[in-house]
């Protein structure tokens, strides 16, 4: 079980907008910095938010990301089906240092 | 560009131990601030970070799973070698490696299926 909670699935239409949370404590969101992954089916994560809200080169800006506390927050606007996926944040756990994932959230685009 | 390949056995026995290396190019781990790390995922189940190591050879491991970690780098080589002791068949799982910058893993290997059985 992840230090870092996501609910284990979120569903929408497509065009519609989605969140998927990810909440921790002090030890970890509260003062690291947060990433998200993106995980289609039968492929490698890759990087979709880093630095709580920033986004690397050619994702787009549909995908957003923000940072409040001890959550974090990945949004989707414009759902479209390729966007179905997992979905997971990650962030340093500061004592001992570890890297931490969450448990990961199953997006469906109904 | 950066790129990272996996390499090491599909089958171990339990008790044996693995061997897996990441192979990469596109960057240097002399680099300050770069890093190379370990991520498995068993089928079906959640990312599950395993261990990191620095380019100044600092090295950054799982608590759970430390005791049964250790991981290397050979910098001439472009590959960081990661081997875990006692296996069981929990430890079944896709291994992937990864390229850390401050505070995410950027770019991602394709991943090797380790599969622990007798």
């Known amino acids: 079980q992840s230090v870092l909670t996501q609910s284990p699935s979120v569903s929408a239409a497509p065009g519609q907008k989605v969140t998927i949370s990810c909440s921790g404590s002090?030890?970890?969101?509260?003062?690291?910095?947060v990433s998200w992954y993106q995980q289609l089916p039968g492929t490698a994560p890759k990087l979709l938010i880093y630095?709580?809200?920033k986004r690397p080169s050619g994702i787009p800006d549909r995908f957003s990301g923000s940072k409040s506390g001890t959550s974090a927050t990945l949004g989707i606007t414009g759902l479209q089906t390729g966007d179905e996926a997992d979905y997971y944040c990650?962030?340093?756990?500061?004592?001992?240092?570890?890297?931490?994932f969450g448990g990961g959230t199953k997006l469906t685009v109904l | 560009q950066i790129t990272l390949k996996e390499s090491g056995p599909t089958l171990v026995k339990p008790t044996q131990t693995l061997t897996v290396t990441c192979t990469f190019s596109?960057?240097?781990?002399?680099?300050?601030?770069?890093?190379v790390g370990w991520i498995r995922q068993p089928p079906g189940k959640a990312l599950d970070w395993l261990a990191l190591?620095?380019?100044?050879?600092?090295?950054r491991y799982s608590p759970s799973l430390k005791s049964r970690l250790t991981i290397t780098k050979d910098t001439s080589k472009n590959q960081v070698v990661l081997t875990m002791t006692n296996l069981d068949p929990v430890d079944t799982a896709i291994y992937y490696c990864?390229?850390?910058?401050?505070?995410?893993?950027?770019?991602w290997g394709q991943g090797t299926l380790v599969t622990v059985s007798s």
């Open positions: 002090s030890s970890n969101i509260g003062n690291n910095y």
């Open positions: 990864a390229h850390y910058g401050p505070n995410l893993f950027d770019y």
């Open positions: 630095d709580n809200n």
């Open positions: 990650g962030t340093w756990e500061s004592s001992p240092s570890a890297w931490v």
């Open positions: 190591i620095y380019w100044d050879d600092d090295k």
């Open positions: 596109g960057f240097s781990l002399r680099t300050s601030g770069v890093g």
